[in-house]
């Protein structure tokens, strides 16, 4: 089955994740090659396709795996912040360079997906699926009163998953870092503008 002896299926897939991701962060999409991911994992390079149909579906499932996985946790009750203020920690991390690793490899899947049509499918349907759980969260905190009821969570979700994929590019183009204080005020500010809106002066 391409695995490792006393290993089993789930655990050889995720030492491929490990490794895809290790070699990823080495080398960029383009540098990948699945012979590196396979010798890095200590498996067969053909044994690979035995748990992912291309080397396409191993990058994405990769990258999913180690991404930070904020808005899944609040959608399972085990966040104990509000929902704004994890906003607010996710955008305020986004800023600190030590934070950037994903960057470049997933803006280099994004410019791959305009040359590609398999992969803008893929790519595509996980930034989707993120968009939707942010949605998902987004309206849990509507019913709680925590942001206003009136704003469409949809194009909230959007604002937020735009300002990650704004990040990234920051990232790539490794650009003159930004004063934590002063990014988490413009982000304090910004997020204040989805609350609730409260009659009077």
Excluded: C
């Excluded at 012979?35 to 579906?57: C, L, M, Q």
């Excluded at 490899?105 to 040359?115: K, N």
């Amino acid at each position: 089955m391409g695995r490792k002896a006393g290993v089993t299926a789930e655990e050889t897939r995720e030492e491929l994740l490990d490794a895809t991701m290790r070699v990823l962060l080495r080398h960029g999409v383009a540098g990948t090659r699945v012979s590196e991911i396979a010798r890095e994992a200590g498996i067969k390079a053909g044994s690979i396709y035995n748990h992912f149909p291309s080397k396409t579906d191993l990058l994405m499932a990769a990258i999913t795996a180690h991404a930070p996985h904020v808005v899944r946790d609040l959608l399972a009750g085990s966040g104990d912040q509000s929902v704004l203020e994890a906003f607010q920690r996710i955008g305020t991390e986004l800023a600190d360079p030590s934070q950037r690793t994903m960057g470049p490899v997933m803006l280099e899947l994004i410019a791959s997906a305009g040359r590609d049509r398999r992969v803008a499918g893929i790519v595509r349907d996980s930034f989707a699926a993120r968009g939707a759980e942010t949605t998902d969260v987004i309206r849990l905190a509507q019913d709680g009163g925590e942001i206003d009821p009136t704003l469409d969570a949809e194009a909230l979700a959007r604002f937020v998953n735009m300002v990650v994929l704004g990040s990234l590019a920051v990232a790539a183009l490794n650009l003159k870092p930004i004063d934590r204080d002063a990014w988490a005020e413009v982000l304090d500010r910004m997020l204040d503008a989805a609350r609730p809106r409260r009659d009077g002066p």
